[in-house]
């Protein structure tokens, strides 16, 4: 026996004494799969930095994440095409009003952020695109936690 027929034969072996069969490895991964919900429908945001103005100053910057859950008969890949759009709707928001937490400089509004992003991502991606925004994350650039005097 040459090389070649001693692997083909190996190779051969070793897949027929695989653990599961074919079709019980394609269930498996199908489970996996059902149990995250809606896998792949929203847009995920690149981080963005938000500035944080106390008594007309510019004391911090937060950086959010920030992620758009689409509705199931969205168009995802035409909707992740618009990420930039979205985030730039963001960035204006956030320099015309920003979304300063008095309590706390090291984060932002969220409440505020989320339902104006959501007007500004309903107007960019069409009524009925959107089914909500979420703030993932914020990572204020220094940390503050009272406000300076």
């Given at each position: 026996m040459d090389?070649?027929?001693l692997f083909a034969?190996?190779?051969?072996?070793l897949m027929a004494a695989s653990p599961l069969p074919a079709s019980e490895a394609k269930e498996e991964?199908?489970?996996?799969k059902e149990g995250k919900g809606d896998v792949g429908q929203y847009v995920d945001l690149q981080p963005v930095g938000l500035p944080i103005v106390s008594k007309g100053q510019l004391v911090n910057y937060v950086f959010v994440y920030v992620r758009i859950n689409?509705?199931?008969?969205a168009n995802v890949s035409k909707l992740r095409?618009?990420?930039p759009l979205f985030r730039d709707a963001l960035v204006r928001a956030?320099?015309?009003?920003?979304?300063?937490?008095?309590?706390?400089l090291g984060k932002i509004d969220a409440p505020r952020l989320v339902a104006t992003l959501s007007r500004e991502a309903n107007?960019?991606?069409?009524?009925?695109?959107?089914?909500?925004?979420?703030?993932?994350?914020?990572e204020p650039r220094r940390r503050m936690v009272k406000r300076p005097a």
């Open positions: 090389r070649r027929t034969a190996t190779l051969a072996a991964k199908k489970e996996g689409l509705a199931n008969s095409e618009k990420e956030g320099h015309r009003t920003p979304f300063t937490l008095e309590s706390d107007r960019i991606a069409g009524a009925g695109q959107i089914r909500s925004v979420v703030v993932t994350s914020q």
